[in-house]
């Protein structure tokens, strides 16, 4: 079966971050135009459920994007309500799709749909570009708001397999899909609950120590979004490692007994840019993308 660069590799027999057995492939480095194989354990899973398109010519376009993605040769996973859906059974209408690749690639993403005939626009050259047909698109996302948390190498080695509309594809991992959502807490979106509900379905697949990782600066928001968890769903509280508790509770009463910080920041950028603007244009704060003197 091909994976990013056309090239077929053997199957073999392994098992892949607790997940059960399904096909196992080797794939590449990641590297664009890179065609040496490195061993990886890629498994493929059975989407719980699919979103709803809002037109069956909206899901043909979604069908063509995919299509055309793959063949392409080079890396990228779906993210968005496609992949909340396959890792949740939940359901609901998606106005778009969500495609996530490494920052170097989405230049030639959009010159090949380009030469497609699609037409194609960077919404935000730190994070977001879009590719239209008509009145339908979907998203290239290289980063999150403002680039502080690019597409890695790592996103890659993690992901899945599902088949969407009739073409295998990787979709993004339990542990990078939350880290994806972590930060979108804005007036009119909030992605809170979804990893509410990545928790409560995935837990035995989230690696909770990458995911630490990954918020390691940012540990308060986990701290957050896993007392969140606990509070909506009680009986389940055990989902969430013990050791991740008493790790994040211990940097909390550490903090305490610390003095606060001397420059005025506000972190809340990083969650909302339009809700937290006041504190940077009217209250003396810092925006968090600003350095300090």
């Not at 996302?141 to 295998?168: K, N």
């Amino acid at each position: 079966m091909a994976l990013w660069d056309g090239t077929l590799y053997p199957l073999f027999d392994c098992r892949a971050e607790g997940a059960a057995v399904g096909a196992h492939i080797l794939s590449n480095g990641f590297m664009a135009g890179d065609t040496r194989a490195v061993t990886k354990t890629i498994h493929t899973i059975d989407a719980a459920a699919e979103p709803a398109a809002p037109s069956a010519l909206a899901e043909a376009f979604y069908a063509e994007a995919v299509h055309e993605l793959s063949k392409l040769g080079l890396p990228f996973l779906l993210a968005g309500t496609y992949a909340l859906s396959a890792y949740t059974g939940i359901t609901r209408a998606t106005k778009d799709l969500d495609i996530l690749c490494k920052p170097s690639d989405y230049p030639r993403i959009l010159d090949r749909f380009k030469t497609l005939g699609y037409a194609i626009e960077i919404e935000d050259e730190r994070w977001l570009a879009k590719i239209f047909r008509g009145e339908y698109f979907f998203d290239v996302i290289f980063a999150s708001l403002h680039g502080v948390m690019p597409v890695s190498d790592q996103w890659f080695e993690h992901a899945p397999r599902v088949e969407v509309f009739g073409t295998p594809v990787h979709v993004v991992a339990p542990t990078e899909l939350i880290w994806s959502k972590a930060f979108v807490q804005l007036r009119h979106r909030y992605d809170g609950a979804d990893i509410v509900h990545l928790i409560l379905k995935q837990h035995d697949r989230i690696d909770w120590r990458r995911l630490l990782g990954y918020m390691d600066l940012h540990w308060e928001v986990l701290l957050v979004h896993v007392l969140n968890f606990r509070w909506a769903y009680p009986s389940e509280r055990e989902q969430v490692p013990r050791w991740l508790m008493d790790e994040l509770l211990g940097r909390l009463e550490q903090q305490l007994d610390l003095p606060p910080p001397r420059v005025k920041i506000c972190h809340g950028r990083m969650l909302s840019p339009i809700d937290y603007e006041w504190a940077i244009k009217e209250w003396g704060f810092t925006d968090v993308s600003e350095g300090s003197e």
